[in-house]
């Protein structure tokens, strides 16, 4: 399968912690689906920002998600629900998946991600949802977002989709 | 002194019976001049010991899963009593136990924190109610107290005072403690007799860590051996106050997994195997029954199976916790035996000063104060707080301030329903007593089932140490006390009911207790739970307390209040209620609720001052006399002198990582780090290094609005030029923490910001001069009264854990 040929979804999932958030990134990349790419991202309690990611797009034939070129809104948390952060957590993943695209990228994660959270961002066919979705059982926010399309195009609006219902507490 | 007239206190000195002259010639001496009050022949030792919100189903001497040998070594030398009342809060049942008078009428219908503005809620005793350590005292008893005291309102505790409301101005000669409800066993903020001495240098010791309830029976030992070194005779009165069981439980992680797998069961079936262990005991009547689960508490088996292990943690530390505490009594004891004088020694073991507590809300917390703040947390989220901060390893460890889920709390008060807060209810009120006294007690091992209540103690003591209540004390004229003496039934099992009514009420949960029966009037507020919508229906105009619902119970045939009779008994209802009713105006319970009376507008004056300047090196401010900087604009301004070459530490810093802020240099720069109760953390770095010389910095927070938990702008500044800023997008609403201290220079017990962990407490190398905080007025006359309620909300929400 082509990354061109399915509708793509992206998930998006807010943490409290590093541990959840990687027991989730295990989880989702030994659910059996085939995933196009999965970062985890988390700061420590003294603001040390790491992220861990797996890109499978150049397996693919495609030119790696580093090469998808879309520039990530990062915005701030909503107030006060303590489940919003989850927000926050979704736009910095986002920046983790494609951090490779410069500089400066990971000053914007780390400006956004939450001391001592986490979060996970998924990329992967529609067909493979009803492995990955399951996989994802600790995210204290979790959203999913799609879109159609070039891989390109797809990925962004994928994205952004994922965001936008972060942004609205939407899970 | 076995003749003088003890009615009037301080017993007054015998004038000279010497003979006088103008020179030695002639003159003769009198030595009884320098003599000092002694206690009546025969006055026994007394130790009180109290447990702090524990269950009756909690120990094992009672049937519980808690193994407390120590306990079951004193029932089985003593005696153990089963209808043993206290109130359902912590501060009521202190009051209580100290003064032998009904806890509104000396002013504690609520906690110490919460100095309400009706008589039986300012939280500060009568004159015309002189305590027992007093009243013993100067009856030549060595009086001391050691652990939790919550008798001293909030604002009362730093070095102004004023100190009658501290355990010394009450009559103990010595005390080692803390003053509020609650305190990290591991840094605590102490007090020792009338100076805050806070964290105990112990704490910095990595080999050998400072813990409380050691620490607590290594200061009483001390005391003791001093006291006999000086006098070998002397009656002592020691009442033993255990921080534990209340949260946070605290206890290292060999206590805590010595329960490992014990409660995977759940706390369903955990109250069925301890049920079935009290009837085995004979505790319980063979034909008590165990009451239901209300519906606000969830079954074991409807938890995620990945849960589960975190819940069963919780039970397991609660667990290892308490049996620590049993562990230190014990050394206690086994003191006195070896001094000689167990025989002599009158012991009053209280476990739990009332219900084992629902605070922790259905998830438990690993920080407990995230209820008093009002912070919405699921069980999942708790887990992965817990696992921010180390996982469930480090549930008990210094690192968390763990509480349990309330339905923990309800098993641990098997059979009964409820527990703390509910003075409607046994879960509430009913906890386990033993008396120990081996030159009286003949019948050990013995059951007492008399109806006693915490009112009783003092009346007891008094009266088997042959002194009489005082009519008058420093000239003031004494109301007589409300308890009446059980002594009797230490010698006889039967012994006539020496209490035959009483009432009981605690935030509105009320009862009234007559010859057997018992009238529960419960409000309907969930006592984990104080939203608007739970308080809305309690508001003045609004509430009809006689539609309340009730319910009746006749306890000679209904041990744990499982048979409601009221629709049997409408004529009994109707006299217990009124009943209560005069027994609240004669104790001064009224008006109802006046607990929550802050939610309903009843707010104390806005105080005036907005600028608090701490000069020099002043630490150790308790956490509820901090500058009120909840919920509006403040700054924090501090003048300081930086060598050359630099300096770094911290300038102030207010509790710990938790919740907290402090204001600190690290690396050369101004760095500002808030902690919204370990939940969220923010930091803003200044981008410039600090200069050397006279320095002045400020860090300013601009609130987005006059709300509860506002976000806002954080700039730094650095001689009025802004060098640094950031967002915090919540706030702290009530209260940082319970007993952690703030700080000028340094950063005592546990830091605010792990990035110094190393160096703590982190003490400025360079000098300041000062701090200053500015509190920014709210723009509108409304916002300010709206947000000073909401401080005081804070502080009845925290009472109520307390």
């Known amino acids: 399968m082509n990354i061109d040929d399915e509708t793509i979804d992206v998930l998006i999932g807010g943490y409290l912690s590093s541990t959840a958030a990687h027991e989730d990134y295990e989880a989702v990349l030994n659910c059996g689906a085939r995933v196009w790419g999965a970062a985890l991202i988390d700061k420590n309690l003294e603001g040390e920002l790491s992220v861990e990611e797996a890109d499978h797009t150049v397996a693919e034939g495609a030119a790696g998600l580093a090469g998808v070129g879309l520039v990530v809104g990062l915005f701030a948390p909503p107030l006060l629900a303590a489940t919003a952060i989850g927000a926050a957590l979704g736009a910095a993943g986002g920046a983790a998946l494609h951090k490779k695209l410069g500089a400066g990228i990971g000053d914007k994660a780390g400006a956004t991600i939450p001391i001592g959270g986490a979060g996970l961002i998924v990329a992967y066919p529609r067909s493979a949802a009803e492995k990955v979705e399951p996989a994802v059982t600790r995210a204290v926010q979790k959203v999913v977002g799609e879109a159609e399309g070039h891989h390109v195009h797809a990925l962004k609006g994928a994205l952004a989709d994922a965001q936008a219902k972060m942004a609205e507490g939407t899970s | 002194m076995s003749d003088v007239d003890r009615s009037s206190l301080p017993i007054r000195r015998e004038r000279s019976g010497g003979v006088v002259n103008r020179t030695l010639d002639g003159s003769e001496p009198d030595w009884n001049l320098i003599g000092h009050p002694t206690a009546p022949d025969g006055a026994p030792n007394v130790l009180v010991v109290l447990i702090d919100d524990a269950g009756f189903g909690n120990p094992s001497t009672f049937g519980g899963p808690i193994q407390t040998p120590n306990y079951t070594r004193m029932a089985e030398g003593g005696l153990k009593y089963n209808r043993f009342h206290v109130t359902a809060l912590c501060s009521p049942t202190r009051a209580a136990l100290l003064t032998g008078r009904n806890s509104h009428h000396v002013g504690f219908g609520s906690v110490g924190e919460f100095a309400g503005g009706f008589p039986g809620y300012c939280a500060t005793l009568p004159r015309d109610c002189a305590p027992l350590p007093r009243i013993l005292r100067d009856n030549g008893y060595s009086t001391a107290a050691f652990g939790k005291w919550h008798l001293t309102p909030d604002g009362q505790q730093g070095p102004a005072g004023p100190f009658d409301r501290w355990p010394n ?69 020691i009442y033993f106050s255990t921080g534990c069981s209340h949260a946070p439980h605290h206890v290292s992680k060999e206590w805590a997994d010595k329960y490992k797998g014990m409660f995977d069961q759940g706390w369903d079936e955990l109250r069925e195997e301890t049920f079935a262990r009290q009837k085995e005991l004979g505790v319980i009547p063979a034909d008590a029954e165990l009451t239901p689960r209300d519906d606000a508490f969830p079954a074991w088996d409807s938890l995620p199976d990945n849960l589960k292990t975190f819940y069963a943690r919780q039970m397991e530390v609660y667990a290892g916790y308490s049996e620590n505490a049993d562990a230190n009594v014990g050394r206690v004891i086994d003191a006195i035996d070896e001094l000689g004088e167990l025989d002599n020694t009158l012991i009053l073991w209280i476990w739990g000063d009332n219900g084992a507590s629902m605070e922790g809300t259905i998830t438990g917390s690993f920080n407990e104060l995230t209820m008093q703040n009002g912070i919405p947390l699921s069980d999942e989220m708790q887990l992965q707080l817990s696992e921010r901060y180390g996982g469930l390893d480090q549930w008990g460890a210094p690192i968390m301030d763990p509480h349990y889920s309330a339905a923990w709390a309800w098993a641990g008060n098997t059979p009964f329903q409820w527990g703390k807060q509910v003075g409607s209810h046994l879960g509430g009120t009913r906890n386990p007593m033993v008396a120990h006294w081996p030159d009286q007690v003949t019948d050990q091992g013995g059951l007492r089932d008399q109806f006693t209540h915490i009112i009783d103690l003092a009346p007891t003591i008094l009266d088997i140490a042959g002194i009489p209540v005082p009519d008058t004390v420093d000239g003031i004229e004494q109301e007589p006390m409300h308890g009446t003496t059980f002594a009797t039934s230490l010698t006889d099992a039967d012994a006539p009911e020496h209490r035959t009514q009483q009432y009981f009420e605690t935030v509105g949960n009320r009862a009234m207790y007559k010859d057997g029966w018992w009238l529960a009037v419960k409000t309907e507020r969930i006592p984990w739970v104080l939203t608007p919508e739970a308080i809305g229906p309690y508001a003045p105009g609004v509430w009809d307390p006689d539609k309340d619902p009730v319910e009746l119970y006749y306890l000679p045939d209904d041990f744990s209040q499982a048979n409601d009779l009221a629709a049997e008994h409408p004529e009994k209802v109707a006299e217990l209620k009124e ?224």
């Open chain 2, 169 to 237: 101005g009450w009559g103990f000669d010595y005390f080692y403690g803390f003053l509020g409800g609650g305190a990290s066993q591991w840094d605590p903020c102490l007090a020792e007799n009338q100076k805050i001495i806070g964290t105990p240098d112990g704490y910095y010791d990595e080999d050998d860590p400072y813990y409380f309830p050691d620490a607590m029976a290594d200061h009483t030992l001390e005391w003791l051996h001093g006291v006999r070194g000086q006098d070998a005779h002397k009656p002592f009165f």
């Open chain 2, 579 to 802: 009943l209560f009713w005069q027994e609240a105006e004669r104790y001064r319970v009224l008006p109802l609720l006046a607990t929550l009376s802050t939610f309903f507008g009843m707010v104390p004056p806005i105080p005036a001052d907005t600028t608090f300047e701490f000069r020099g090196d002043v630490q150790n401010v308790m956490s509820g006399m901090i500058p009120r900087i909840y919920n509006r604009s403040y700054s924090i301004t501090a003048e300081l002198v930086v060598p050359d070459g630099g300096a770094e530490g911290v300038i102030v810093a207010e509790a710990d990582h938790l919740g907290g802020f402090s204001l600190y240099v690290k690396d050369g720069k101004l760095t500002h780090t808030y902690s919204m109760m370990g939940v969220f953390i923010f930091r803003q770095v200044a981008e410039e290094n600090l200069p050397s010389g006279e320095v002045t910095v400020r860090m300013e927070f601009a609130a987005d609005g006059a709300t509860p938990a506002t976000g806002g702008e954080v700039t730094l500044y650095i001689d009025d030029r802004p060098v640094g800023k950031g967002r915090m997008e919540h706030t702290v609403p009530v209260r940082f923490s319970g007993y952690a201290g703030m700080d000028i220079g340094r950063d005592n017990g546990g830091v605010v910001d792990p990035s110094y962990e190393a160096e703590k407490p982190f003490a400025f190398t360079g000098t300041v001069n000062k701090v200053v905080f500015d509190i920014k007025p709210h723009l509108s006359a409304q916002d300010e009264l709206d947000l000073h309620a909401v401080a005081h909300q804070g502080d009845a929400a925290h009472g109520l854990a307390g």
